[in-house]
């Protein structure tokens, strides 16, 4: 696939989800991969909070070194398993030649993930934010991540979003069978909101589901760096190294806003009232519970 067939493409399916052509088309290598043992997946709905937690686990890796965490870009660094871009190395190619221990991004649901993540009993990290603000955040990344079909207007997204007709498919469905999936394996669920308000204890969380104790300096020097300030001015972070016709920050940074709530300042009342029937509905066969604000 070229250039001019990835920009801006309708979605196509994968077993039933939305997904992007140029990752279809890899497909056969990802559902082939082979994990390791000491492999850690970091795994997200898109727009929840991925690089963020990426970032904060290369720092526990190591051991708060700010400028080895600088090394490289944080797709380089953290690759994303599936994904698959023309003139760039896949996530498949990049973690070919990575040393053990790897850190491994993805967000594919429960049902698609390769088999060899569990036949390798690898840890996961699961991060979930409340669909409020992922739905908004996920309309203003798909403007700027040329990967996208155009969102049209943000009713039409919302629409979207609700019918699961985005790429990676119904968010509901994602939030639940992962939550369902941490009773038999090793996986830590963590929410973008408790790490907002507090990362300390979320970061020592992690730090702790690794096998490890931080001195407190260390955790205060992990969250200085990964608060959003930081890793919006951190170049190795804030995906500006990408090519234009890949992201284009003009149209939106990807290190946007980092908040919990912006969603206040886009959904209608009509629209959040609409939402919070469909949300009940939804939601209804699990005892998952967000936090649309803090
Ligand atoms: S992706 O493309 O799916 O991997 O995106 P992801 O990293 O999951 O989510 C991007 C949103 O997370 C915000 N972000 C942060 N928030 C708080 N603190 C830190 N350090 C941080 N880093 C990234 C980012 O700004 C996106 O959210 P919005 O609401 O659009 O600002």
Redesign the pocket.
């Known amino acids: 696939m070229g250039r001019e067939d990835f920009v801006r493409q309708e979605l196509g399916m994968l077993h039933g989800m939305p997904l992007y052509k140029s990752f279809i088309e890899a497909w056969p290598q990802v559902e082939a991969f082979q994990a390791r043992p000491d492999d850690l997946l970091i795994c997200?709905y898109?727009?929840?909070?991925?690089?963020?937690l990426s970032?904060i686990l290369d720092m526990i890796y190591n051991d708060g070194n700010v400028e080895k965490c600088k090394r490289d870009a944080i797709f380089k660094r953290v690759p994303f398993l599936e994904m698959s871009v023309p003139d760039m190395p896949g996530g498949i190619e990049l973690l070919a030649t990575m040393p053990s221990p790897r850190l491994v991004?993805t967000?594919l649901p429960v049902q698609l993930l390769p088999k060899s993540f569990w036949e390798q009993d690898c840890k996961v990290i699961y991060v979930a934010r409340n669909p409020k603000?992922v739905v908004?955040?996920y309309y203003?990344?798909y403007q700027m991540a040329k990967i996208h079909p155009d969102p049209g207007t943000k009713e039409e997204f919302l629409q979207n979003f609700m019918a699961g007709k985005v790429a990676y498919g119904s968010w509901y469905s994602h939030v639940k069978d992962w939550w369902e999936k941490r009773k038999e394996k090793r996986l830590l669920y963590l929410f973008y909101e408790d790490m907002?308000q507090d990362p300390r204890p979320e970061v020592q969380k992690v730090a702790r589901f690794l096998g490890k104790e931080l001195p407190e300096s260390l955790v205060e020097k992990i969250v200085h760096h990964?608060?959003?300030q930081e890793?919006k001015k951190n170049s190795a972070a804030n995906y500006e190294t990408l090519p234009e016709w890949v992201m284009d920050h003009n149209l939106s940074p990807?290190?946007?806003?980092?908040?919990t709530g912006?969603w206040k300042n886009h959904f209608t009342v009509a629209q959040n009232e609409r939402f919070n029937k469909h949300y009940k509905e939804q939601m209804k066969d699990s005892e998952l519970c967000f936090r649309m604000e803090i």
């Open positions: 997200t898109p727009k929840s909070g991925t690089t963020w970032e991004k967000h603000d908004v955040s203003y990344f907002k990964t608060s959003f890793m990807f290190m946007r806003k980092g908040i912006d």
